[in-house]
């Protein structure tokens, strides 16, 4: 089992440029998630996706779009680049919603927006 | 709004002796408290979690415990060992949210 995969592993963007993040999992999960990772900020949740079929807001989430695209896959959009949007993001799933289940987090895509 | 506190930020101590790590929550309806490790350039990776109905629970070298009344948990880390250097993060999880601390460096010196 490949566990949670996240590509690409590395990005470089010129402001307002656009792309997706993708993310896969293949243990039968129904939740997923998505952070971002600032130095000395920790893990800030962007959007979550509590089942197929659905998804909602977390903490950060101006300037992202997601799309859960069946129940293996779920997208991180960035529509138009900014510079504060230079991180590492991980996606994550886990069986159910949050309380009570370990989260299994992807390697991490780093992006930096120039 | 809602956050997680975490203290201290960087933490040294001698190989041998134990760590201490805490973290104080506000929401009230918060009920599961996760413990991340990560190490450099890798992924998060749960060591330990409680819930919101448990005082204290251990397993091996690691246990946690929580004070509901003070909304206040630790993790303790004893006989240290070098692979427990890492960032470890705490978490409060409630139904709908997930607010992480902004991470403990700890560095185990030989």
């Known amino acids: 089992n490949a566990g949670v995969t996240q590509t690409p592993k590395f990005q470089v963007l010129k402001t307002g440029q656009s792309m997706t993040l993708q993310c896969a999992q293949d243990?039968?999960?129904?939740?997923m998630y998505w952070y971002r990772q600032d130095p000395g900020m920790g893990l800030r949740l962007i959007y979550y996706?509590?089942?197929?079929?659905?998804?909602d807001k977390g903490e950060v989430p101006n300037g992202y779009n997601v799309s859960r695209l069946n129940k293996r896959e779920f997208s991180l959009r960035l529509e138009s680049a900014a510079p504060s949007q230079t991180s590492v993001y991980f996606c994550?799933?886990?069986?159910?919603?949050?309380?009570?289940?370990?989260?299994?987090f992807g390697p991490g895509t780093r992006l930096t927006v120039l | 709004g809602e956050n997680v506190e975490q203290h201290p930020s960087t933490l040294s101590v001698q190989e041998g002796d134990s760590a201490v790590i805490k973290c104080t929550y506000s929401d009230s309806a918060s009920n599961y408290f996760p413990w991340y490790k990560q190490e450099l350039g890798k992924r998060p990776q749960l060591i330990i979690d409680?819930?919101?109905?448990?005082g204290e629970k251990k397993d091996q070298r690691i246990a946690v415990t929580l004070n509901k009344t003070a909304k206040h948990f630790s993790l303790h880390i004893t006989e240290t060992q070098p692979e427990d250097s890492a960032v470890y993060f705490c978490a409060a999880v409630g139904d709908d949210k997930i607010i992480f601390g902004k991470g403990t460096r700890l560095h185990i010196l030989p």
């Open positions: 996706s509590a089942s197929e079929g659905t998804t």
């Open positions: 243990m039968n999960h129904n939740s």
């Open positions: 409680i819930r919101s109905n448990v």
């Open positions: 994550a799933s886990s069986e159910a919603r949050f309380h009570y289940n370990e989260q299994f």
